[in-house]
């Protein structure tokens, strides 16, 4: 949310204006090249996105998504955790063979 602060805007909630400089931490300058050290990170996140994405389009596509027709929190949690254990058993079904 933001307030006015002697003539200028800031952040109240200091959990935004946080996140918002980490954000900015692993920014770089347009047309720079990357530094090794920015290509790890960016391999390690590429990474982890890459194996979340898989599940969550494997479940889009053969399990009609993650979204549930259901009322209440405890039915959601309750669909969600049923297609997450279909989805752990046919991948160790396919590993193990």
């Known amino acids: 949310m933001w307030t006015k602060v002697s003539g200028k805007k800031s952040l109240q909630n200091t959990s935004i204006s946080s996140f918002i400089s980490a954000q900015r931490l692993f920014a770089t300058r347009r047309n720079t090249p990357l530094t090794d050290e920015d ?31 259901v009322h209440g929190i405890d039915r959601v949690t309750r669909d969600v955790t049923a297609k997450n254990l279909v989805y752990n058993v046919r991948r160790y079904v396919c590993i193990e063979g």
């Open 39 to 69: 290509k790890a990170k960016n391999r390690a996140i590429a990474y982890t996105r890459a194996r979340i994405e898989h599940i969550f389009g494997y479940m889009t596509r053969f399990m009609a998504g993650i979204t549930s027709r």
